[in-house]
Antibody
Framework: EVQLVQSGAEVKKPGESLNISCKVSGYYFNYYWIAWVRQMPGKGLEWMGIVFPDDSETRYNPSFQGQVTISADKSISTAYLQWNSLKTSDSGIYYC?????????????WGQGSLVTVSS | QPALIQPPSASGAPGQMVTISCSGS????????VYWYQQLPGAAPKLLIY???QRPSGVPDRFSGSKSGASASLVISGLRSEDEADYFC??????????FGGGTKLTVL
């Protein structure tokens, strides 16, 4: 059974750093892209970017380039989304999802979401 | 980039049919496949329609998708109370990213 299990809710202050994770099981992690999708409170979905675990190739939505870092550790089948300096506007739910191709929004499996709250 | 355009809300009585539209441009919907997702309250999105009009296994045939030019539609027939959810369309955009629609909240009256 394919599972994407994300790390738990986080409460942070502006300026702090954060790393959230997405642990994958049930398929060969190395050969499928993993995407990160943001959902701000009560809003729609935004594609942030993707990583190919086998060689750590990443592609970012221009709107998120330089704001976050997406990475993967194939030794533990886990993808990451990282911030160096959080802003209150980073609050939201973050989902990892598996696209069948890097350039199609064909996400067949999703994580349960990680709630990030940034508040002073 | 602007999101794909969806009506913010839609509604229908049980048993009725509802259509949700998704409008894009020649840089996204007009040249690429459209996908539809259902998001139940408090849950992650779930793939409902892929490649414009294909249903993953397990999705009832009450759900159907179509595309014409730079617009796409999701049709839900025989509405049921469990269809009450948010619905999002998505397509690849020339700027090398995925675009989602703003979402449509479906209310079953």
């Amino acid at each position: 059974e394919v599972q994407l299990v994300q790390s738990g809710a986080e409460v942070k202050k502006p300026g702090e750093s954060l790393n959230i994770s997405c642990k994958v099981s049930g398929y060969y992690f190395n050969y499928y892209w993993i995407a990160w999708v943001r959902q701000m409170p009560g809003k729609g979905l935004e594609w942030m970017g993707i990583v190919f675990p086998d060689d750590s190739e990443t592609r970012y939505n221009p709107s998120f380039q330089g704001q976050v870092t997406i990475s993967a550790d194939k030794s533990i089948s886990t993808a990451y989304l990282q911030w160096n300096s959080l802003k209150t506007s980073d609050s939201g739910i973050y989902y990892c999802a598996r696209p069948t191709q890097w350039n199609q929004p064909y996400f067949d499996y999703w994580g349960q979401g990680s709630l990030v709250t940034v508040s002073s | 980039q602007p999101a794909l355009i969806q009506p913010p809300s839609a509604s229908g009585a049980p048993g009725q049919m509802v259509t949700i539209s998704c409008s894009g441009s020649s840089s996204n919907v007009g040249k690429n496949f459209v996908y539809w997702y259902q998001q139940l309250p408090g849950a992650a999105p779930k793939l409902l329609i892929y490649r414009n009009d294909q249903r993953p296994s397990g999705v009832p045939d009450r759900f159907s998708g179509s595309k014409s030019g730079a617009s796409a539609s999701l049709v839900i027939s025989g509405l049921r109370s469990e269809d009450e959810a948010d619905y999002f369309c998505a397509a690849w955009h020339d700027s090398l990213s995925v675009l989602f629609g703003g979402g449509t909240k479906l209310t079953v009256l």
